[in-house]
């Protein structure tokens, strides 16, 4: 099987809640969407949870929803499906990433 790894979309940063609609082109088949969350703190202490950012990840072709799962669910599916938590980088200090992978 062939494996190609592309970027859809270059790093944001956002400071303020967003929806971001990306246009994919279904011209060639997609086997996995892997999302990075990196979320940097402004203080020591965490409000929420890092995948508390994502309040709502979707999938829709038309008028179809194909998957709509908020970031917990996302994240425990991926856990569930991978029968183990990916490498993921909770350090929750002052100017450094909170990241977040899921599948």
Known sequence: MNHRLSTILPRSTYTADKTEIIELDMADPISAIIIELAV????????????????KIEIVDGSEVLYSLSGYEAEAVDIYHNKGMRSNW??????????RFIA
């Open 90 to 99: 909770n350090p929750y200090l002052n100017t450094l990433d909170v990241q």
């Open 40 to 55: 940097t703190g402004a203080a020591d202490v965490a409000v929420a949870h890092a995948i508390a950012c994502l309040s």
